[in-house]
């Protein structure tokens, strides 16, 4: 009898569960075919809903019947499907563009305006490339990376300087993706422009904090970038002339509707105007990149994809010194879907930075190199409408080649010399899930294991007491220690592993209709370190991988904030906190020498970093003017104490402020629609000056003056702040297939010299001791014209 009542209790849930059935597919641009990452699909009257993952594909499950799917997606017109659920079928759709897209919403937060507020991943933000379009650029070159900075957390460390820091962390402690394949420079020209063509892009998106399992090996922050599928409806060109580069992309199907490809090509041509001055003319600078990518639709269930990125810069001085730098990375994806709730990605990457040093005065050539294969192994699973499981696997193979340097010629007194090449594995397994707990909870939550093997090939170097560097109590300097051996390894060996787990948590709590509160948990192990004793990025600084001497860096950030959207308005507020302690955090020591040093382990302590601040962004993402204010407090510190090495460490052992501390930033960015054929832009931005070491005395010592120095990082540059403007003209009649627009834009309009450092120096004429201030850029106007056909 317990028996039939049991049954009997449980037959209607039994009977709704046969009569639910599952509906996939995937959401695509009607008018080019691309996939669209974000788009949001869900059953009118009910809470049934889901996003498109990367590349498109959705899938959710509802009762027997009759119902309305609503699809929409940021800049594009919503649609209506009635749909009749009797079994489980594929359903894919398209969208068209939006007339009005180009000025309504300029940043969001989330994938959507209509989800921000339940999804519990916090800390991320996503720029569409029609906005970039629109802010004024230096030189009129569009750049992704220097809009990121207008964002709240994200700065940089001054103009001409390279990549981005992202939370009071360094340039190393992103890592940056193009199409899944590793980059490890993001700039073009030393920092004036980065790689990233925005005519090749399709998607920008930044994970500051709570990153997801899938990802690992970096401290701070993921950049995840995609570039376009290519147009598999029509052919399309794209591009534009600037002021000093021009570029171009052609896209079009191989086969209509299942395969098409993308070729975007871009170079500068500053330099032929060195040409022109007599005292220049033997001087140049330049860089070009290429962007390919094509795919392949086998069937409904399986596509193929191939893309690639060349990039690379080239600077000669009067034919004395010559330097290349640049990138090279492919890709090479296959999408499966399994049934329709099971998707797959599986992906082999090849990614490879190198950069190229001659310098004719000394009669040599220096070449090295960083380059990594990736494979890696996806699976989504769409459990039901409240579970999604994403669970995979990657393995990286590196291989480091510090330098080769080569004498150019026989005179040359230079002899050749190549640094031990280093080897290294680093695993990932993850699983992580996004849960909907109830109608206001849900929480993301997920755990990542990482392994990390620095493999032979090589001898490595022993040390008196285990210690590669020393304290000269006398001298009161470090140095290095003394070598006691050397152990030769084989390069299947492994000289030193490392394990680490690598929890993740984030849920979000909707207090009502239109405010939510979030919090989140990560930690990251990261195994590989730019060592580099400048403030910015160069293309001579080492990589070196986690070994014996080189503990990997552990980072814990905890994040806390509130979302509220005004109704109606247009306007929405998003305050967050977060506090950020990473382990193992290296610096050089004072009088460090890295180029060409086949020991880095010499010139180097372990220590602590932390970094904690207030993010505020308000933003208007409606109406005839857009943009958003962002404003950041925060601090970035690191403490290295001298450990086994003794002595008092860096600064005493006392906290100091790293280079990438700015307790204030505030920027504005503004979009306002003056009529279809005008549109103008401003930014305003203010920022601390970055924390920076200045001589504090001298003293003389065998008749030469020697300079004494304050704490590390104790003094500051000046301020940084400029005010940049443009305007759009869209001239012609809409609807014309060739479109058009010129873009005027000045930088920095009131011709602010910020300082990018202060050199002091001793005036040989009068013996005055004299501070020189470096600027990279006063007022810059430009002019760019734009085309799409």
Known sequence: MKK??????????????????????TVKDKSSGESLFGATVFIEGTSIGTTTNEYGFYSISAPEGSHTLIISYLGFDNIKKDVLLDKDQNLNIELSESSSQLNEVVLQTEDSEDINLRKPQMSVSKLKVGTIKQMPAVLGEVDIIKSLQLLPGVTNNGEGSSGFNVRGGSVDQNLVLLDETIIYNTSHLLGFFSIFNSDAIKDIKLYKGNIPSKFGGRASSVLDVRQKDGNNKNFALTGGIGTVSTRLAVE????????????????????????????????????????????????????LFLSGYFGRDVFEFNENF????GNSSGNLRWNHVFNDKIFSNLSLNYSKYDYDLEISAFE????????????????????????????????????????????????????????????????????????????????????????????????????????????????EIYKRGTPADAIDYDKGEVIRGFGNLEPRLAFAYELGEHSSIKAGYSRVAQYIHLISNTTSVTPLDVWAPSGPYIEPQLSNQYAVGYFRKLKNSGLSLEVEAYYKDIANRIDYIDGSDLI???????????????????????????????G????????????????TAGGPGINEGEWYYTPYDRTHDISMTGTYRLNKKWRFSANLIYQTGRPVTYPNGQYEYEGQSIASYSDRNSDRLPAYHRLDLSAIL??????????????????????????ASITFSQNRETGINEATRIAIFGIVPSVTYNFKF
């Not at 308000?618 to 003017?625: E, L, V």
């Not at 962002?630 to 104490?641: L, N």
């Open 364 to 475: 040599f050539d220096w070449l090295s190199e960083i380059d990594n294969i990736n494979l890696k192994y996806a699976l989504s699973y769409y459990l039901n409408n409240d579970i999604k499981l994403d669970f995979g696997l990657n393995g990286i193979h590196y291989l480091f080649n510090p330098g080769i340097i080569s004498p150019t010629t026989e005179t040359s007194g230079v002899n050749y010399l190549k640094l031990d090449q280093k080897r290294a594995f680093e695993g990932g397994l993850y699983i992580g899930a996004e849960h909907q707990v109830s109608s206001k909870l849900s929480i993301q939550y997920g755990l990542r294991y990482s392994n990390f093997a620095r493999m032979g090939g090589q001898a490595i170097v022993q040390y008196e007491n285990d210690q590669p560097v020393v304290y000269d109590e006398e001298l």
């Open 596 to 626: 060409g040093n086949n020991t880095i382990e010499t010139e180097i302590l372990n220590g602590e970093s932390k970094a904690y601040g207030l993010e505020f962004l308000m933003r208007k993402t409606k109406g005839d003017f857009t």
């Open 730 to 755: 869209v001239p012609g009649k809409p609807g014309k297939k060739w479109k058009g627009e010129w873009v005027f834009s000045i930088y920095n309009v009131y011709n602010r010299r910020n300082a």
């Open 4 to 25: 039939f009542l049991f049954l009997l209790l449980l037959f209607p849930a039994l009977s709704a569960a046969q009569n639910k059935y599952s509906l996939s597919g």
């Open 628 to 643: 958003w204010l962002a404003y950041t407090w925060s601090k970035s510190e690191q403490r290295t104490p001298g450990g």
């Open 252 to 303: 079009g199907p191989i086969v209509k509707d299942r395969s098409s490809f993308l070729v975007a090509g871009r170079g500068s041509y500053a330099h032929l105007f060195l040409k022109l001055d007599e005292d220049l003319k033997d001087n140049s600078a330049y860089f070009y990149d290429l962007n390919l990518k094509t795919n392949f639709e086998i069937n409904e269930n399986n596509q």
């Open 322 to 325: 010559k330097n290349s730098y």
